[in-house]
């Protein structure tokens, strides 16, 4: 298999990368050249935010593509023009973020859409996503395969969610542990992602996918225990019941990464459907091998971890985690 990934550097295309280079497929990364690939594949450098960008990409055909471009869809629709008659397929990474809020538990792919336009510029992340997808099916039609991913935790985070919650861990002491304890969530490793989407490449598979670990895969309790666990244990968790977090003006999932208090909020976000993706081999970790093997590799790199820049991280401070606990 000869695959070409739009990025594959960092994070969610760092993990393609690694798998398809697993396989034995022959790698290319195209991408501006900031973030190291790794040894084995061939690069093509391009800024896709540049005009004549994709220059790199003049010649050359693949059995596939995967796309995982966040921003503006144009870069997806001009990508995909240039590419739809030398490649076969097209994976492009979106999001469960397409779905109009709130979602019901359960909500599968049937679920109702945001807006989007393929010939958008800058727009909010799920009208980016949706015409993401659009500009996919616009040049490559039921050849598009669409991976909307839930909430993405593993190695090569890059966002300041898992590697927060281990930092925190890590440092020690009282730590506030946002309740219930027995709380679900769901998120998907992005090497059980990368897993899925090559697979469903094999399998010409198309159209839109959930990509996220079952309901109940997961708790907030699990989740903590084992980063508290990996850490050395210097942690000790206070469980909190979230409207006393609420009442202290927490805002759930930015302030305190990956939590949302019951509601419906937590049901969009942590009690989605996937049966489809399982049903078609989504394999999804024990959440104790993500946290155990993101701090391996988090302990790999030099301290501080660096993020993307173009995230605003608003998490707790200590000083306001030490304030709700002494509430
Ligand atoms: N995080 C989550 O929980 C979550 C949930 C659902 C869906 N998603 C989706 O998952 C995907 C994440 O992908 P990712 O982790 O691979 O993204 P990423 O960490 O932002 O990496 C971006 C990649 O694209 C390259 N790149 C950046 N700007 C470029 C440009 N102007 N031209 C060409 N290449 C460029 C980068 O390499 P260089 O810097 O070397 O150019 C890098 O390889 C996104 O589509 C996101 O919407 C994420």
Redesign the pocket.
């Known amino acids: 298999m000869r695959l070409l990934i ?9 993990a393609l990368t690694e798998e398809a280079l697993k396989r034995g497929w022959e790698t290319t990364v ?6 190291a690939a790794p040894p084995g594949v061939t690069t093509v450098l ?4 540049a005009e004549n ?1 994709l220059a790199g990409l003049a010649g050359g055909e693949w059995d596939a593509v995967v796309d ?3 921003g503006a869809p144009t870069a997806v629709r001009d990508a995909a023009r240039l590419l739809a008659d030398r490649a076969p397929r097209y994976a492009y ?4 973020s397409v779905y109009r809020h709130p979602c019901a538990p359960g909500l599968d792919e049937s679920g109702a859409l945001v807006d989007g336009s393929p010939d958008a510029g800058d727009v909010e992340y799920p009208e980016a ?1 949706r015409g993401g997808e659009l500009a996919a099916v616009a040049a490559f039609g039921d050849r598009a395969l669409l991976v909307r ?4 935790l593993g190695p090569w985070e ?2 300041g969610r898992l590697l927060w919650w281990l930092n925190r861990m890590a440092r020690g002491g009282p730590v506030l542990a946002p309740g219930p304890r027995d709380s679900g969530i769901q998120f998907v490793d992005p090497r059980d992602l990368a897993a899925w989407t090559l697979g469903a490449i094999e399998q010409r598979l198309g159209g839109p996918y959930n990509l996220v670990s079952p309901r109940g895969h997961a708790t907030m309790g699990e989740l903590l225990d084992a980063c508290a666990r990996v850490t050395g244990g210097r942690a000790e968790l206070r469980w909190t019941a979230p409207e006393k977090i609420l009442a202290a003006g927490v805002e759930p999932w930015t302030e305190i990464p990956v939590w949302i208090p019951p509601g419906e909020l937590h049901d969009t976000i942590h009690a989605g459907g996937s049966a489809k993706a399982i049903a078609s081999g989504l394999r999804c970790r024990p959440v104790a091998e993500t946290v155990t093997d993101t701090w391996t590799w988090l302990q790999s790199l030099p301290s501080p971890a660096p993020l ?1 820049p173009d995230i605003q991280r608003t998490a707790l401070t200590p000083q306001k985690e030490a304030e709700i606990l002494a509430m």
Do not use: M, P, Q
């Open positions: 739009l990025g594959g550097t960092e994070f969610v295309g760092r195209f991408h501006r050249g900031r973030h391009g800024d896709r935010t960008g995982t471009w966040a990474i979106s999001s469960r996503k991913a839930g909430l993405i890059n966002v993307r």
